[in-house]
């Protein structure tokens, strides 16, 4: 259940904007499929009066429609200009592959160009929908056009009055104007769409030519790409060429920050929105830490517990930055740049935490080799400079981590957490990497040495952003299983721990999965390796007469499997506790199990919907299915419909909760469960039994805890003739009062019953809480016991007298002799 805790906040983004535009698509297809279909049809002349004043108000309505939205409005004003912008960045491109760049600068290129192309594929299909929208309404217009023209024509036929075939005409000419409105924006953003597309296809030219270029033989790890440094040559740059270049490219960086945020104002807007809802989550469960005291010998709640407390405002700035990296799309290598930055300094306070004090300042270097690398990107060396730029890198890697870890034998000796164990075990990978820098370099092996030193640096760096990742998404994920588990009523340690430990695994895979790819990305096989697994799963295989993607069954598998971490994830959230105003949502008991079922099942059939429509099967193909599915429910399947509807009505009308004590049939336990076909009762024996839900609804149940948990327990006592009742009332009800399970409201009461054969019998009544019924009885019996025999109290046991009035002769002689 706790799966979900690591990325449901981003799948469940993914999961309704996905059903967003399956539902789209699914609405289109039926207004499509209901224009083709239909057929114009005369209007009677009696109800044309009636159907006049609805021409007007459909007119509006498609006018309304057919206007461009703002979006629209923007990409047709912005087109021209991206479009010029596009060339000139062509014409640099060109250049810049003539120039014999580093593996880094074509790298950033790469990147570039793919978001120049997403961009434009936004567009193109914003357009597209906005054409296909107008499409719809025009072929609508044009139904009710041909629908009027049958109609003038069938009144002209009948001889209708002149001034009834007036109306019919204005109204006929009322959809022409509208009709040519539509063809005309369509045409323009046709032709709009078309060039957005032909720009698309100049990007793809120009990355496809930037890959070709980091593929090819020169940039193979091995080639020998230079002189010896020995050899070359370190004369001088042009320097007004060389700072046009720098200021060209700090400059084309800065005003694409600024164009960018003109731009996405609107996601600005949303992203500060969810700044501030993350800072209110995060600061609710620092209060929830405040007001409730946590196990101290669990480390890893006690270290959560710290990080939220004394780091609240570094956490809600790392996590905020950090979601800036995957919430913004084709952004400027700089606004990147300046962003890894700031992840940078806001991870300090919090890896301080757990940071060994023998390296508490190794990250200000951190932050310099990263101002280091970077720099590369912003400025254009000559081959001699950049290769020295790159040695003295490659001498700065050695002499860092030799500071900082020498001696190397005591160091390791020290005491680390498991990461910093592992890291420092990395050490000697360290140096040997950065020796092969400096030396690939001074023999000329330069695309080498880019690999193994950016390995040394950019490592080095996302290994201390995914630390401090880990160490907050670790904090928030153990706050949120507390929170969970604070009623201390209905804690399940046992559960609480294997959500636990599970949770912290999933985590460790997820960090480590999350590091690979990185790896990959640094080691420049991640864009390969992502290509070829993209043209791997949508090439078509054609079985039968269906076509089919690896793609499309992989959409299936993981619209499945989502939707299952999200039930799971809503059903843990909203599980019924003891005390429901203990619960994050603070909700009447049982409310919570309805708003459960009703979102899960929702979410069941959306999901089964849009994984069957991701492997393109016409769902109104199983029409003739659901048509016999009705018939054997018809015949056959009665019973298990009838325990569905049961299920709906014990979660909706809550005749029994969760956690209540029923008796029905004999049967007296607790609810575990209620499902929608059968329910869950747990007998005080030991047992589990399944029950109809139908059996719940259909007989007399009795709910022992539904509005309460209290009961009346009954104790019948006897005592001598000789007792003086009045005296045995007081006892009883003083009995009563002494135990400390039975409740003092209502009171408890002692009643005289009867003249019993041999006693004075009573009646004690009193009140305890339903689970302690059993014990509470027997304790106040054992109390009202010691009382009686202390005061003298005798309990009469049946007496009987027999009076024999003849005995048998032969054991009346026996008797005599």
């Known amino acids: 259940m706790t799966r979900l805790f690591i990325r449901i906040i981003l799948s469940v983004i993914f999961f309704f904007i996905s059903l967003g535009s399956f539902a789209q698509r699914i609405a289109t297809s039926k207004v499509s499929d209901s224009i083709r279909v239909a057929k114009p049809e005369i209007i009677p002349l009696a109800d044309i009066i009636g159907r006049i004043g609805e021409v007007e108000k459909e007119i509006k309505f498609i006018e309304g429609n057919v206007k461009p939205n703002a979006s629209i409005i923007k990409i047709d004003s912005l087109f021209p200009v991206y479009s010029k912008f596009l060339q000139d960045e062509k014409k640099i491109a060109l250049n810049f592959i003539k120039a014999n760049p580093n593996r880094q600068k074509v790298n950033i290129q790469i990147q570039k160009w793919e978001g120049y192309k997403n961009n434009l594929a936004g567009w193109e299909n914003s357009i597209n929908q906005f054409v296909q929208k107008n499409?719809?309404?025009?072929?609508?217009?044009?139904?009710?056009?041909?629908?009027?023209?049958?109609?003038?024509?069938?009144?002209?036929?009948?001889?209708?009055?002149?001034?009834?075939?007036?109306?019919?005409?204005?109204?006929?000419l009322k959809y022409k104007d509208p009709k040519k409105v539509i063809s005309d924006r369509n045409n323009y953003f046709l032709t709009v769409s078309s060039q957005i597309n032909a720009q698309k296809i100049t990007t793809t030219e120009i990355r496809a030519e930037l890959i070709s270029l980091i593929n090819s033989d020169?940039?193979?790890l091995f080639y020998l790409r230079h002189v010896p440094l020995w050899k070359t040559s370190f004369k001088r740059m042009d320097s007004q060429s060389l700072e046009k270049k720098d200021s060209e490219s700090i400059s084309q960086n800065v005003f694409g920050i600024i164009d960018f945020a003109k731009n996405n104002e609107s996601d600005i807007y949303i992203f500060i929105i969810l700044i501030v809802l993350i800072a209110l989550f995060l600061t609710y469960l620092k209060k929830f830490h405040l007001k409730h005291e946590i196990d101290e010998l669990d480390k890893d709640l006690k270290f959560s517990k710290k990080v939220l407390l004394d780091k609240l405002v570094p956490s809600i700035i790392f996590i905020s930055i950090f979601s800036a990296q995957f919430f913004f799309t084709n952004t400027p290598t700089l606004f990147n740049d300046l962003l890894l930055l700031l992840i940078l300094i806001a991870t300090l306070p919090i890896i301080n935490l757990i940071i060994h004090k023998q390296f508490k300042n190794v990250i200000y270097l951190v932050i310099l080799f990263y101002l280091l690398d970077t720099a590369k990107n912003y400025i254009w060396f000559s081959a001699s400079w950049y290769r020295v730029y790159l040695l003295a890198e490659g001498v700065m890697v050695i002499g860092t981590v030799y500071y900082f870890t020498h001696p190397y034998l005591k160091i390791i000796k020290l005491q680390f957490e498991q990461v910093g164990f592992i890291l420092i075990k990395?050490?000697?990978?360290?140096?040997?990497?950065?020796?092969?820098?400096?030396?690939?370099n001074v023999l000329g092996y330069t695309n080498l040495t880019d690999v193994s030193l950016k390995i040394c640096t950019r490592g080095g760096i996302i290994t201390y952003i995914l630390i401090g990742f880990a160490l907050t998404l670790k904090a928030v994920t153990l706050s949120l299983i507390q929170l969970r588990f604070r009623d201390k009523s209905d804690l399940n340690q046992k559960a609480k721990i294997i959500i636990k430990t599970k949770t912290l695994k999933i985590l460790k895979i997820f960090i480590l999965f999350f590091s690979f790819?990185?790896?990959?990305?640094?080691?420049?096989?991640?864009?390969?390796?992502?290509?070829?697994l993209d043209d791997l799963i949508t090439e078509p295989h054609i079985i039968g007469t269906t076509t089919i993607t690896l793609g499309a069954i992989l959409s299936f598998i993981w619209i499945l499997l989502l939707s299952y971490l999200i039930t799971s994830f809503i059903s843990f959230l909203f599980k019924e506790i003891?005390?429901?105003?203990?619960?994050?949502?603070?909700?009447?008991?049982?409310?919570?199990?309805?708003?459960?079922?009703?979102?899960?099942?929702?979410?069941?059939?959306?999901?089964?919907?849009?994984?069957?429509?991701?492997?393109?099967?016409?769902?109104?193909?199983?029409?003739?299915?659901?048509?016999?599915?009705?018939?054997?429910?018809?015949f056959g399947l009665q019973t298990i419909v009838s325990n569905f509807i049961s299920g709906l009505i014990l979660v909706f009308e809550r005749p029994i909760l969760v956690g209540d004590t029923i008796e029905v049939n004999n049967l007296l336990g607790t609810v575990n469960r209620i499902g929608v076909r059968s329910s869950s009762i747990s007998t005080f024996d030991g047992a589990e039994v399944v029950v109809p839900n139908n059996n719940l609804?259909?007989?007399?149940?009795?709910?022992?805890?539904?509005?309460?948990?209290i009961k009346r327990v009954e104790i019948l006592i006897g005592t001598t003739y000789n007792s003086d009742p009045n005296?045995?009332?007081?006892?009883?009800?003083?009995?009563?009062?002494?135990?400390?399970?039975?409740?003092?409201?209502?009171?408890?009461?002692?009643?005289?019953?009867?003249?019993?054969?041999?006693?004075?019998?009573?009646?004690?009544?009193?009140?305890?809480?339903?689970?302690?019924?059993?014990?509470?009885?027997s304790d106040v019996s054992i109390i009202i016991y010691n009382r009686f025999k202390e005061l003298g109290v005798q309990i009469p046991f049946p007496q009987q007298d027999i009076h024999i009035k003849h005995l048998p002769s032969s054991i009346e002689k026996d008797s005599k002799a």
């Not at 790819?517 to 070829?532: A, E, H, Q």
């Not at 309805?594 to 979410?603: D, T």
């Not at 006892?731 to 399970?741: G, H, N, R, T, V």
Request: hydrophobic share 50%; charged share 20%; proline share 4%.
């Open 426 to 440: 990395l050490i000697p990978l360290l140096y040997l990497l950065a020796i092969i820098s400096i030396t690939s």
């Open 135 to 172: 499409i719809i309404l025009y072929k609508d217009l044009d139904l009710k056009e041909k629908t009027w023209e049958l109609t003038y024509n069938n009144a002209i036929e009948l001889n209708a009055p002149e001034e009834l075939l007036k109306i019919i005409n204005e109204a006929l």
């Open 517 to 532: 790819i990185i790896f990959l990305n640094i080691v420049d096989l991640l864009r390969p390796i992502r290509d070829f």
């Open 697 to 709: 609804i259909a007989n007399d149940l009795i709910n022992w805890t539904l509005s309460n948990n």
């Open 727 to 777: 005296f045995i009332l007081n006892i009883l009800e003083s009995c009563a009062y002494e135990c400390k399970d039975v409740l003092k409201t209502p009171p408890p009461i002692s009643l005289f019953s009867d003249f019993g054969e041999s006693s004075l019998n009573f009646r004690l009544r009193f009140w305890v809480h339903y689970e302690l019924g059993l014990k509470a009885k």
């Open 218 to 220: 020169i940039y193979n």
């Open 578 to 634: 003891k005390q429901p105003e203990n619960t994050f949502f603070k909700i009447p008991k049982g409310v919570s199990a309805a708003i459960s079922l009703v979102i899960r099942y929702f979410i069941i059939i959306l999901a089964i919907i849009l994984s069957l429509s991701s492997l393109g099967i016409d769902l109104s193909k199983f029409n003739l299915m659901a048509g016999a599915l009705g018939l054997g429910i018809g």
